[in-house]
């Protein structure tokens, strides 16, 4: 299965609302999750079941989605949100990643 | 404290062979599924191999797949990925990564370097 995302990159400010998509090239159901990786770093679980807010995470952080095409938003974007984000599917072996969005200044 | 600590990365030849292990603790390891996602210099993630708790289920990405073996002991806590006829492409910083449930990472080791050259 392979996922793409959009867009690639962004630059956005502190404040700005923010999205990112993820289309699977088949339907997974909601068996997406969403990382964030800052640079030097292991990326870090922000969502999963596609919109599950995994615990610690901020809540300015979402997820929508099901079948082919997910979301991740961050509502007011924050400095330390700036980063990479990475869409995952885990519907079967083998997952997969997406290739990444890179959110900057 | 979860802690993941990869180890056995290195330089290695083209065509040769390398065995990471990842030392778990800070939860019932017997429990969780554990995987492998690489990430090459400058590149995005890419899962590499993952193992259910009781090694009845296991995947690989196609581009490792008949190369790479994943095991694991849970006596001792330890995950391991041997690599074999590695490439230049295997060059990458490798993670290892607990499964909360059902495929989702929670939490991941620093990675440990391994690079592919002549």
């Known amino acids: 299965i392979q996922l793409t995302q959009s867009p690639s990159s962004l630059s956005a400010s502190v404040g700005d609302r923010v999205t990112i998509t993820c289309r699977a090239s088949q339907g997974i159901a909601n068996y997406v999750a969403w990382y964030q990786q800052k640079p030097g770093k292991a990326p870090k679980l922000l969502i999963y079941a596609a919109s599950t807010l995994q615990s610690g995470v901020p809540s300015r952080f979402s997820g929508s989605g099901s079948g082919t095409d997910f979301s991740l938003s961050i509502s007011s974007l924050q400095p330390e949100d700036f980063a990479t984000y990475y869409c995952q599917q885990l519907n079967s072996y083998p997952f997969s990643f997406g290739p990444g969005t890179k959110v900057d200044i | 404290e979860v802690q993941l600590v990869e180890s056995g990365g290195g330089l290695v030849q083209p065509g040769r062979s390398l065995r990471l292990s990842c030392a778990a603790s800070?939860?019932?390891?017997?429990?969780?599924?554990m995987h492998w996602v690489r990430q090459a210099p400058g590149k995005g993630l890419e899962w590499v191999s993952g193992?259910?708790?009781?090694?009845?289920?296991?995947g690989y990405a196609d581009s490792v797949k008949g190369r790479f073996t994943i095991s694991r002991d849970n006596a001792k806590n330890s995950l391991y990925l041997e690599m074999n006829s590695l490439r230049p492409e295997d060059t990458a910083l490798y993670y290892c990564?607990?499964?909360?449930?059902?495929?989702?990472?929670?939490?991941w080791g620093q990675g440990t370097l391994v690079t592919v050259s002549s």
């Open positions: 193992i259910r708790w009781s090694s009845g289920s296991i």
């Open positions: 800070g939860f019932t390891f017997e429990d969780y599924a």
């Open positions: 990564a607990k499964d909360k449930g059902a495929g989702y990472f929670d939490y």
